[in-house]
């Protein structure tokens, strides 16, 4: 009787033991992924347009586990979104125009990413005699008094922004003027729109590198400290609502700003374009870039 309590009691014991074990290594399964998975990122589309996303959103997804939904638009609309909290992160390229989200409190972070530069593009004829100037605006009022076509993105996007930035400063509004259309698209697609019209529009580097080889457009001015082209990375506040995934968007921003994925900016393009499509600048400070 005594021998039968005691092998009852060890196997008691053991099975005690092994249900431990089941229940820790099940609490660990659950523990190793976000409770939230599910992060909706806006940004603009020149940083899906140029492949850049391509290859850090894969990398994102699979140190974290998180799965990205990446709504690509104008700044303006992505900046929206941050406004109405329908995003959790924001990528975008517009300082002036992030500013008032910090301010009013709809995003709680925002931190430098990278930047590149605004070039304009336009035909190999150069009907408007821009190429090689470093002027911005007078390459604008060139076109401008030549009247020939622009092609607007037209659609509140940092390049919009941008471009309406050095009509103002050329001292000219565009808008009604015959040879000035908006397509209210985005990069890609407008380039692909100014190379069929043989216009000139304003673009980021990135975007025209990635689609140069289906354009019929030539990189006329560039150079100018008015076309430096910043990005940051914001946190859109938690607060607006019980559906932001305030985790997913911290882990988002600490991954751009990581040295790893700095490293992966600065060599993306080179091994194909003979440069780099962005420069990273999580190391610097908005006094080193000029910006705001």
């Not at 005699?129 to 030549?146: E, L, P, R, V, Y």
């Not at 259309?181 to 985005?186: F, R």
């Not at 001015?221 to 076309?227: E, V």
């Not at 993306?268 to 962005?278: E, H, N």
Request: proline share 4%; with cysteine; charged share 20%.
């Amino acid at each position: 009787m005594k021998s039968r309590r005691l092998i009852a009691a060890r196997w008691l014991l053991a099975v005690t033991a092994l249900l431990t074990l089941v229940f820790a290594f099940a609490a660990a399964g659950c523990s190793s992924g976000p409770k939230n998975p599910n992060l909706i990122l806006a940004t603009t589309t020149s940083t899906q347009d140029s492949g850049l996303l391509d290859v850090l959103i894969p990398l994102f997804e699979d140190k974290t586990g998180y799965n990205v939904q990446t709504v690509a638009v104008g700044t303006g609309a992505a900046l929206q979104m941050g406004v109405d909290g329908n995003a959790d992160v924001l990528l975008v390229h517009a300082p002036t125009s992030e500013l008032p989200l910090m301010e009013n409190g709809d995003c709680i972070s925002r931190k430098l990413v990278m930047h590149n530069d605004f070039i304009i593009v336009g035909p190999a004829s150069d009907p408007a005699g821009i190429n090689g100037m470093s002027d911005a605006a007078a390459a604008f009022k060139k076109i401008s008094d030549t009247g020939s076509v622009f092609i607007s993105r037209g659609d509140d996007s940092g390049t919009n922004k941008k471009e309406l930035a050095i009509w103002s400063s050329a001292g000219v509004d565009p808008s009604g003027q015959g040879w000035y259309q908006e397509t209210g698209q985005g990069m890609g697609a407008s380039l692909t729109i100014t190379s069929e019209k043989q216009g000139y529009t304003l673009s980021d580097r990135a975007t025209y590198l990635a689609t140069q080889a289906n354009l019929q457009l030539d990189i006329l001015a560039q150079g100018d400290p008015i076309l430096l082209n910043i990005y940051h990375v914001m946190q859109v506040n938690p607060d607006k609502n019980d559906q932001i995934n305030a985790d997913g968007a911290k882990a988002f921003v600490d991954f751009m700003i990581s040295k790893d994925t700095q490293a992966v900016i600065k060599d993306f393009g080179v091994d194909k374009y003979g440069q780099p499509l962005f420069f990273p600048d999580a190391a610097k400070t908005e006094a080193d870039l000029g910006s705001v």
